[in-house]
């Protein structure tokens, strides 16, 4: 017995506890996207504290990356560039994710996708001076069946071999990467460089610039056609998440595949069909960051947008409308925490932000109250 | 009152949940060296009552003394402290660790060296005094269930434990296993320790109990009795609330055409063991049979295999003269095959997901619930209010999560959901296991209405009066094989045969 008795006898006693209990009922609609925004709130302070104990001023950090994010249109602009493949990675975790298959390898089929859409102008096999629409559509084809078939690998392991995905697709990045890296210093190594050689204009993904002639407002924006892809994707996957049969499979298999097995729902298929939809996700982010972004085929093409796809998914609660938002934030983060420090505190803030999103999911599962402490 | 030869004193205890009183002011107290039943039905508030004295749940108001002294747990280990431990339903055990180790958890001694020998010989001397038999070096995987149920009672023994709360503890038994730990509890009892046994059966209530408290819709409705002053149909009433009718009516129904055609049915089962040896049998339409035996035989095998979640290795099934062998699960359902599965949670139902996203689970790919590729959702959302309307499935709304639902509730929730889909084969795998009174009932009723309606149905279930009071014929089942048909309903029969005696041996040696 802990004994009761003993702290009464120490005579005060805080007039206030803590009590925390398992929920038993649904949590209310507006709990989630408050937890989620407090968790990144809280991630914020975390980081500010940072900052202050390394010398700096917190607020005129922040203030800087806000300014320097969303600030104008031309920063906003930049942002946007940031955020639309981490839109895509977001959404590629995000359907893995509802099912709970866990694909960590979106930075692998990142790097496949972009290599696919490398192969189209560089194997070539569109012709040099073909028009820029059959460019944007088949670069963009190419770099979904290619993050396809990377994430086809894993899901038929998973389905055949009971291999686990999250080795699998963790170790399948590292194979992309290198993947990537013979064909850029070796077969299209533009004279010995570690690069292809640039892509020709019509190639490109257009950009909001292109558009200055006509409306002056656009000029120098260079925000790119992949913000189309990454739309028309997210409201797709909402309408098959949450509209669709297949969207109730995914959920059923996600909650309990064995009564999934019960209701006649094939989980293999399902396993290999949903690695490679989110494999072809990733695969177009990748495609058109090279299109629109880089113009070239080169390594070091990401950041860890992979990576990062996964705290933007767990941050939009797996809600590809959502996702949109979060990638929004973390394009910021990106663009302009990197004004701030180079490496660190940004870096830092984002897997705060994922530590903080975890820890929240105990308010959610959890009734916490406080009370006074009544006398024993 | 005496509290001094009161174990356990609870007065006045208050508990709620959002939404639901679980516990209105109750009073229950324990004497040393006695069986006190916790009667009721599921969620009247007896699992509740025991976790706000062991520990794991606060209560809102009330007092607790233990032995006179009043004590207020913060944690399981305060009530364990106090010698109070529990036996969940479901067990806390690790898999791969020995016997030993399992008890030694959490445990400051040993400290550093696991002395395993040293310990396994005090486990055993253990075991011994109290007649709860387990090989202590054995790993927990390998044991029976009835095993690891003792191995939780050692846990608790070991850690000091005088009052001992039994949840719902034969609910996982074999019928040879429940008269083991009732003779467990009843030693236990002769060496001092206090029993509190929780469960809504009620001739195990009658058998081992010394005295009853029975709850209602987490009310006291009796204090106290001594079991021996009251009836059993006494009980059922205060359980329920109403009279109960222990015969269900069963119509005459003349059995139709041959639906469901067995013939050599041989599968493994999931530890590649031969759990299927050349099964044959058939039902008919309007007709409930019976499977008979003990738990283990096969059944669930057999009952994966028709639905086709398991691949049979030989024989054939036929459901209206359709081959239905290795088939997939879906043109099963499509052919009118219906499962109730036995594991409620793990395969009947998607815990996390609403009650209307239960309810579809078979016929979410059919109009008018689904068109094109939609899944229309206000249509799901009918269907769903119309079955919770028809099945009277007791939940706030349609989308709340089934997880939160209690057991009888979320057996009406696969009874809607199968039944309405017209099932021209059922097979009911322990339907009522689990379940109170009035659920059973409800259960039994509905699955006699299938018959009068013409469906042909296999009833799975080791509750041989239910088997007897529903099947028109029985087949019993051992190792995989059947070992005969009844339709007298001769018990001794089919006792005889559960354990592994043919039919035909039987009757030759009735003839000789």
């Not at chain 1, 509802?98 to 930075?107: D, F, H």
């Amino acid at each position: 017995m802990a004994d009761i008795s003993s702290k009464s006898a120490s005579g005060w006693k805080f007039p206030f506890r803590i009590k925390i209990e398992n929920r038993v009922d649904n949590p209310p609609k507006w709990l989630s996207p408050v937890l989620s925004l407090t968790a990144v709130v809280v991630a914020l302070l975390i980081g500010a504290l940072v900052i202050w104990l390394g010398g700096g001023k917190p607020w005129a950090a922040y203030t800087h990356i806000a300014k320097y994010s969303l600030g104008s249109v031309g920063v906003l602009s930049d942002t946007m560039v940031k955020a639309i493949p981490l839109m895509l990675v977001g959404l590629a975790c995000s359907i893995a994710f509802r099912m709970k298959l866990w694909n960590i390898g979106a930075e692998g089929q990142f790097y496949l996708g972009a290599f696919g859409a490398s192969l189209v102008v560089l194997l070539p096999i569109l012709p040099m001076e073909a028009p820029k629409w059959q460019f944007i559509l088949v670069t963009a084809l190419f770099g979904m069946i290619l993050g396809a078939a990377w994430g086809f690998i894993p899901g038929f392991l998973k389905a055949r071999y009971n291999v686990n995905e999250i080795i699998s697709t963790l170790m399948m990045n590292y194979i992309a990467i290198e993947w990537n890296n013979y064909f850029i210093y070796g077969v299209w190594s533009e004279s010995g460089f570690q690069m292809s050689r640039m892509f020709q204009k019509n190639a490109w993904l257009p950009r909001l610039s292109d558009l200055a002639k006509r409306w002056p407002f656009f000029g120098g924006l260079t925000t790119h056609f992949g913000l189309v892809f990454a739309v028309l994707a997210a409201i797709i996957l909402w309408l098959i998440l949450s509209k669709s049969k297949w969207g109730y499979e995914i959920r059923l298999i996600g909650d309990n595949p064995r009564a999934a097995e019960y209701a006649g729902i094939s989980i293999k298929k399902n396993i290999i069909l949903v690695m490679m939809v989110s494999g072809a996700l990733a695969g177009l982010a990748g495609s058109s960051e090279i299109m629109g972004v880089v113009h070239r085929f080169q390594g070091a093409i990401s950041p860890g947008y992979g990576y990062t796809g996964i705290i933007i998914a767990w941050l939009a609660k797996l809600n590809p409308l959502a996702v949109i938002l979060t990638s929004i934030l973390f394009g910021a983060l990106i663009l302009a925490g990197r004004e701030v420090q180079p490496a660190g505190i940004p870096t830092l803030i984002q897997g705060v932000i994922m530590v903080a999103l975890i820890a929240s999911d105990f308010f959610y599962r959890n009734r916490v109250s406080i009370t006074r402490q009544v006398e024993d | 009152m005496n509290t001094l030869d009161h174990v356990v004193d609870m007065r006045s205890i208050s508990k709620r949940f959002p939404g639901v009183i679980a516990n209105d002011q109750v009073d229950f107290d324990l004497r040393k060296g006695e069986v006190h039943a916790l009667l009721g039905e599921n969620g009247a508030g007896k699992s509740t009552l025991m976790n706000v004295l062991a520990g794991l749940y606060k209560a809102e108001s009330g007092s607790i003394f233990i032995q006179g002294k009043q004590v207020n747990f913060g944690s399981p280990r305060e009530a364990i402290d106090a010698g109070i431990g529990m036996v969940h339903q479901h067990f806390m055990l690790v898999p791969s660790q020995s016997v030993t180790e399992n008890i030694l958890l959490g445990l400051t001694e040993p400290r550093f060296r696991m002395r395993l020998p040293e310990f396994n010989k005090k486990v055993t001397e253990m075991a011994d005094q109290y007649g709860l038999h387990v090989d202590p070096e054995a790993k927990v995987w390998q044991l029976s269930v009835g095993e690891q149920q003792r191995v939780e009672i050692l846990k608790m023994l070991y850690r000091g434990a005088d009052v001992l709360i039994m949840d719902e503890p034969t609910a996982v038994l074999a019928p040879t296993e429940i008269s083991e730990l009732f003779d467990t509890l009843r030693s236990m009892t002769e060496q001092g320790k206090s029993i509190v046994f929780i469960s809504h059966k009620l001739q195990e209530v009658m058998e081992i109990s010394d005295r009853v408290t029975v709850l209602q819709k987490g009310k006291v409705t009796s204090s106290g009795i001594n079991t021996k002053d009251v009836s059993r149909a006494d009980l059922a009433h205060l359980m329920v609330g109403r009279e109960v009718i222990f015969r269900v009516e069963k119509k005459a129904v003349q059995a139709g055409e041959t639906v469901l055609d067995v013939k050599g049915l041989k599968a493994i089962n999931d530890k590649g063991i031969q759990s299927l040896n050349g099964v044959s049998l058939n039902v008919r339409e309007g007709e409930i049979v019976g499977l008979a035996g003990v738990a283990g035989n096969g059944q669930n095998e057999l009952a994966e295999a028709l639905a086709g979640l398991r691949e049979v290795t030989e024989g054939s099934v036929t459901v209206n003269e359709k081959d239905v062998t290795n088939k997939p699960v879906k043109l099963g359902i499509r052919h009118g095959i219906s499962l109730i599965p036995a594991d409620r949670t793990h395969v009947g139902t998607a815990p996390n997901l609403s009650v209307t996203d239960n309810v579809i689970m078979k016929n979410y790919d059919q109009s008018p619930i689904s068109k094109g590729w939609r899944v229309i959702s206000s249509e799901a959302n009918n269907y769903a209010s119309d079955l919770k309307e028809a099945y009277d499935i007791i939940v706030p709304s349609i989308d709340t999560s089934v997880r939160l639902l209690s057991g009888g509730n979320l057996q009406k929730v696969i009874l809607a959901r199968e039944i309405s889909s017209e099932p021209k084969f059922m097979i009911a795998v322990q339907p009522t296991r689990g379940l109170d009174v009035g659920a059973i009932e409800g259960v039994q009723k509905l699955l006699l209405a299938q018959r009068e309606s013409g469906a042909a149905i296999l009833l799975i279930s080791e509750e041989l009066e239910e088997l007897l009071t529903l099947s028109d014929r029985i087949y019993v089942i051992y190792e995989g094989e059947i070992m005969g048909e009844i339709s007298d309903g001769d018990i001794n029969k089919i006792g005889e045969m559960m354990t592994g005696t043919p039919l035909e041996q039987i009757e030759a040696e009735g003839v000789k």
